[in-house]
């Protein structure tokens, strides 16, 4: 084996590693510089239209909201996923038949297993 590919490798490596400890250093360091204990004077003005607020506008959404915008987003990827399926199931291979019925039978499967866990209703 070619002892170049083990160095293109680590290098790769090398290279992942440093960039993202310094990406992570530098969103430290700008996190501490805009922290939020010092509220400026707008903040705490009424809106454009005259009224007050009602809330905190940094009230944090449900866990349930998250779980719903998963849900969707995961049934997009599947009908991505399943577009170039189609296209090889119409050239006549079992195979690929296969691969997307068993696919399209595990997304059936998960959501009724969603369903009856409750994950899919807003209480």
């Not at 590919?5 to 290279?15: E, N, P, R, Y």
């Not at 009424?46 to 998250?66: E, I, M, Q």
């Amino acid at each position: 084996m070619d002892p170049n590919t083990h160095f293109d490798f680590l290098f790769f490596v090398g290279f992942a590693v440093f960039f993202g400890l310094i990406t992570a250093g530098l969103s430290l360091l700008f996190a501490r510089k805009t922290t939020d204990n010092d509220v400026s004077g707008a903040q705490n003005k009424p809106y454009t239209g005259g009224f007050d607020r009602l809330s905190s506008p940094k009230n944090a959404f449900t866990v349930r909201f998250f779980l719903m915008a998963l849900f969707f987003i995961l049934l997009t990827a599947e009908v991505i996923l399943l577009l170039p399926w189609m296209m090889t199931c119409r050239s006549g291979d079992p195979a690929a038949a296969c691969g997307a019925f068993v696919f399209l039978l595990l997304c059936v499967v998960g959501g009724f297993f969603e369903y009856k866990c409750g994950a899919l209703r807003w209480k």
